[in-house]
Every structure is written in structure tokens, then in C-alpha cells.
């Protein structure tokens, strides 16, 4: 795919998606919700390499969070079953691809098999930087801050660190996503409009965008639309309309 004219906006660094309503997808197909789970497996192959050729060098999946172990035993298993498999067969493309994986979550506590795939194709695309696939897995934006402010409290106990003070940039240090930037976009769909515990403070400055498209459903042409509305935002950071229009002097 050709790259974008120097007029042309760029595409944002950072996208995350909350991908939502794979159940609903079942239901109203009269299938079991597992079914719909894996529609949503081919949707996140079949994203990923949309937002590659849309330049997308950041994307973030919210796939499975530290409130959904609540969900029935059944489903919970069988979308333990369903990330194993994605990982033994998406390994090789994204080496092809020259997408590195990442995790951000407690993933210490997903099943060993699971932990295993995961460690696999984390090591098998460390090295790639064109793009990053960041797997959100057993994750919770409230217990990421709780993880970090435990680390943080211990290095300050053993004087690898100081007090940060008011300074962010220190603290967030200490996040799942440390090396990662921000997202500049985060898109939920099924039309749910509540962002689910997720990058609570690395989205603090994201636009949004609510589609009512199901997950199994999304494709190119959503993330298409949704980038196209995240260019029409003025994102302005607590400045006004006049500063972030007049450049510096």
C-alpha cells in the first residue's frame, strides 16, 4: 500500500479497541456465544493487518478483562481455548508481518498453556518495531494502578527511586504500558457507550469513538471511519482553540 501524501493527515500512533458484542453477534444468529468469541478471533486477525496498512503502529486489544472471570465457567474456558489457538496460529504471520506482540495485565494468572503461547510469540517478535500488537489479558485499568503504586512504593522503600512528587512521567514509569505511548484513539463497539475499566490513565487525552457495529462485524472500513472522525477532532490538551491554531514563536 502506498504511504500517505505529505497532505494527508497522519494516522494516529496509538489505537485501542474495546472489542464488544461477540454475544450478542451469537444471539441474534441463534448460535452459541462461543461462536460468537470466534467471529471475534478472525476480527482481530483481519484488524490487525488493517491498521498496519493504515499506518497504525499501535494497537491495543482489550480481550479479557480481570471482571470477566466472573463470566460462566464454560465461556471462560472455552476464551482460554480460543486465545490459545489464536496464538499457535497467528505466531508464524506475525513474524512474516513483522508485528511484535505485547501484553499488558496480570498475566501471570491466565493458564499455564495459555502463559506459555504467550511467551513464545513475545520472544519470537521482540525484536520487530514496524508495528506493536498489545494483547490486553486479564487486564483492569484500577488494578494496573494499584500494581504500579505497589512498585512504586518499594522502590522508593529501597532507594532505587525518589519521590516523584507531582511529576506523571516518573509515576507512570511504573505502568503495564511504560514503554508504550498513550493511545490518540480509542473506539468501543456494539454501541455500549462506557469504557470498562480500561486505560483509565493513558486515555486521559484520547478522543472516542462509540461505534453500534458488533465486533465480528467490525472491518476495515469501520476503523477506516473511525480514524477518519478521530481527524476531524481538535485535540487540544487544556489549550484553547487559538493556542493550538498559532504555532510558537
Known amino acids: 500500500m502506498a504511504a500517505p501524501s505529505d497532505s494527508s493527515p497522519q494516522p494516529p500512533t496509538h489505537v485501542a479497541i474495546i472489542m464488544d458484542g461477540n454475544g450478542r453477534w451469537a444471539k441474534q444468529r441463534g448460535m452459541p456465544r462461543v461462536e460468537g468469541h470466534r ?65 499488558i495485565g496480570r498475566t501471570q494468572d491466565l493458564p499455564e498453556v495459555v ?25 483492569g485499568a484500577r488494578t494496573e494502578v494499584l500494581d504500579a503504586a505497589r512498585a512504586y512504593a518499594a522502590d522508593l522503600a529501597a532507594g ?25 484513539l480509542v ?25 453500534p457495529t458488533l465486533w465480528p462485524d467490525f472491518t476495515k472500513a469501520d476503523l477506516e471511519a473511525a480514524i477518519a472522525d478521530y481527524h476531524r477532532r481538535e485535540r487540544r490538551f487544556g489549550l484553547t482553540s487559538e493556542q493550538v491554531s498559532t504555532p510558537s514563536a
Not at 165 to 171: E, I
Request: charged share 25%.
Open 160 to 184: 532505587k527511586t525518589q519521590p516523584a512528587g507531582d511529576d506523571w512521567s516518573a509515576f507512570s514509569r511504573y505502568l503495564y504500558t511504560a514503554d508504550i505511548p498513550d493511545p490518540d
Open 187 to 211: 473506539i468501543r463497539t456494539s454501541g455500549e457507550t462506557r469504557i470498562s475499566n480500561f486505560l483509565l490513565m493513558q486515555a486521559a487525552y484520547a478522543e472516542f469513538v462509540f461505534t
Open 39 to 103: 467471529r471475534g478471533v478472525e476480527t482481530v486477525r483481519a484488524i490487525t493487518a488493517a491498521a498496519r496498512e493504515l499506518g497504525v503502529r499501535y494497537l491495543t486489544l482489550y480481550a479479557f478483562s480481570v471482571e470477566n472471570w466472573k463470566r460462566p465457567a464454560a465461556e471462560v474456558g472455552a476464551l482460554m481455548s480460543l486465545l490459545e489457538f489464536f496464538l499457535k496460529r497467528e505466531t508464524a504471520g506475525l513474524v512474516k508481518n513483522r508485528v511484535r506482540l505485547r501484553t
Open 115 to 139: 502463559r506459555k503461547q504467550l511467551d513464545h510469540a513475545i520472544a519470537a517478535t521482540a525484536q520487530f518495531t514496524e508495528q506493536t500488537l498489545v494483547l490486553a489479558l486479564n487486564y
